[in-house]
């Protein structure tokens, strides 16, 4: 399994791998379960409207090894887009074979094409210290900002 993935956009029809890994990525890192029909149904949404966000897939033949999520945030300062990256998941037979450094690659080239992305960002478990190296290897800093959220439903 050392050939090279591709790096493609999701479609429909990948809905039902891409809930899988997000349950199994939440259960691994935040030994969260959740449901994998509302999982189903979040990402089902995102691929039939890209304004909720683009999932993109590293692929060798027809087996998807890892996703992100890319999703958008306004920045008044800058007069320009955030992208965050988020539901980063690699299989675990796939993990430290450069899998998710191309799917970011693949990112900061999309941002840079755009030409409207002043940045990226993305959040991890306090407690996940391989992804945070990973994060820091690929160009990524931790900022002064703590991130704070008021669950309203879910």
Do not use: K
């Given at each position: 399994?050392?050939?090279?993935?591709?790096?493609?956009?999701?479609?429909?029809?990948?809905?039902?791998?891409?809930?899988?890994?997000?349950?199994?990525?939440?259960?691994?890192?935040?030994?969260?379960?959740?449901?994998?029909a509302t999982v189903r149904a979040g990402v089902r949404r995102v691929l039939e409207d890209p304004t909720r966000g683009r999932y993109y897939l590293a692929a060798r033949r027809d087996r998807i090894v890892g996703q992100?999520?890319?999703?958008?945030?306004?920045?008044?300062?800058?007069?320009?887009?955030?992208?965050?990256?988020?539901?980063?998941?690699?299989?675990?037979?796939?993990?430290?074979?450069?899998?998710?450094?191309?799917?970011?690659?693949?990112?900061?080239?999309?941002?840079r094409a755009a030409g409207d992305v002043c940045g990226l960002r993305l959040y991890v478990e306090r407690e996940n210290f391989a992804a945070q190296r990973v994060y820091e290897q690929m160009g990524l800093n931790a900022t002064h900002y703590l991130l704070f959220e008021a669950q309203l439903s879910g």
């Open positions: 399994m050392n050939e090279t993935p591709i790096v493609r956009p999701a479609t429909p029809p990948d809905a039902d791998i891409i809930a899988a890994h997000n349950v199994a990525m939440a259960a691994e890192t935040e030994g969260r379960t959740l449901d994998p992100l999520l890319v999703t958008r945030e306004w920045s008044d300062w800058r007069d320009a887009w955030f992208w965050w990256i988020q539901s980063v998941y690699v299989i675990p037979g796939a993990r430290r074979g450069g899998v998710y450094r191309l799917l970011h690659e693949h990112v900061v080239a999309e941002a």
